[in-house]
């Protein structure tokens, strides 16, 4: 989908606008048809428009707000290896439930994700969203 989006919205610098029966359907479709554009398009031209370099001044797929990684298992455990003294999940899980809520709040806000925290911890998803809503 994001290279349908990148196509459509840089027609002119991919030169796809060389084929004008293609673009007449781009046009008249506002881009709302994802299979007609793909039919039209053969998996060569697409491989070759994917791999070609863009102009210098073509700034194209910049998706805002994605610079902040997750963090990975690993980061996670040493975390809650810092803030407890826990090593594994049945330790976490006999913790203190103020200290847990917290944790799992301050491991939010470090970008770990709900199921990640679920897979690590052996706490249901159910129970760190409530957590979540909770602590906002």
Not at 15 to 21: T, V
Not at 51 to 67: M, R
Not at 80 to 102: A, C, Y
Request: proline letters at 3%; aromatic letters at 8%; a negative charge.
């Amino acid at each position: 989908m994001t290279l349908l989006y990148f196509i459509l919205d840089n027609l002119y610098a991919i030169r796809l606008c060389n084929n004008p029966p293609l673009c007449q359907d781009l046009g008249n479709m506002g881009g709302g048809d994802v299979n007609t554009v793909l039919n039209r398009i053969t998996f060569k031209e697409l491989d070759e428009w994917v791999n070609e370099p863009l102009a210098d001044d073509v700034f194209c797929l910049d998706i805002e707000g994605s610079s902040r990684r997750r963090p990975s298992d690993d980061q996670i455990w040493l975390k809650i290896k810092d803030k407890t003294g826990v090593t594994n999940s049945t330790s976490f899980q006999q913790l203190d439930d103020n200290k847990r809520e917290k944790i799992f709040l301050e491991l939010k806000d470090c970008g770990a994700s709900l199921r990640q925290l679920e897979r690590l911890t052996g706490i249901g998803k159910g129970v760190i969203h409530r957590i979540w809503c909770a602590g906002h």
